[in-house]
């Protein structure tokens, strides 16, 4: 089973009076953007048209509306695809992002970008990647993985504001095994470090 975590694909967005592109993460990016070390990823800055940008930002949801708000000290939210489709405190702009970034178009970007790294890190990459481009795709939080083998996801992530003594939602850690790629937007950055051969894991 595979869950794809991603963003958004090339299309027409309406913001204001004006037809804009909306810029996918992925749009402007080829496997010469890819560094290999310590494991196959891609940092790249500006990758959203800065009007686009700034709409996203002040159309953020407020932290009380997300899912499960709990009002404690440093505590990650997330508002999925599958909690919009249940609410109305999205904007139109976040609206058509979030559906964009669940597209199955997305998927076959990603994999036209990682395809050679993909063949030479899985065992069966060819039959690998032939099965992801031909498999059915479906939503995290709508479909199962009990018929849907491909789940993709997109979602606004934030935490609450930290009221205590500095701490962070979580260190360093590998995200699951499942997980064929993971993507985010941010105004930060953190690192991007190399699993020791050996090592324990500390937490499941």
């Known amino acids: 089973m595979v869950k794809f975590l991603g963003a958004a694909f090339l299309n027409h967005l309406h913001i204001g009076t004006q037809n804009q592109l ?4 992925l749009a402007n990016l080829t496997e010469h953007d890819i560094v290999d070390y310590p494991f196959p990823h891609i940092v790249k800055r500006n990758v959203l048209d800065k009007e686009l940008f700034n709409d996203l930002i002040n159309n953020f949801p407020k932290i009380e509306n997300f899912p499960g708000f709990p009002n404690k000290s440093n505590i990650r939210l997330s508002f999925r695809y599958s909690n919009y489709l249940q609410s109305n405190v999205v904007s139109p ?3 058509q992002f979030l559906k964009r970034n669940s597209d199955p178009e997305y998927l076959k970007h990603f994999l036209r970008v990682f395809e050679r790294h993909i063949k030479l890190s ?3 990459g060819h039959q690998f990647l032939k099965f992801l481009q031909h498999t059915k795709i479906g939503i995290q939080g709508i ?3 009990s018929d849907t083998p491909i789940l993709l996801q997109s979602s606004i992530d934030a935490n609450t504001p930290n009221l205590n003594e500095p701490s962070s939602v979580r260190g360093p850690h590998l995200d699951k095994a499942r997980s064929l790629w993971v993507g985010f937007l941010t105004e930060g950055w953190g690192r991007i ?3 020791r051969f050996g090592a324990l894991r500390t937490s499941p």
Request: charged share 25%; aromatic share 18%.
């Open 193 to 195: 470090k190399r699993w």
């Open 93 to 95: 702009t976040w609206e």
């Open 122 to 124: 899985h065992p069966h």
């Open 143 to 145: 479909d199962s993985f």
């Open 22 to 25: 909306m810029i996918s993460l």
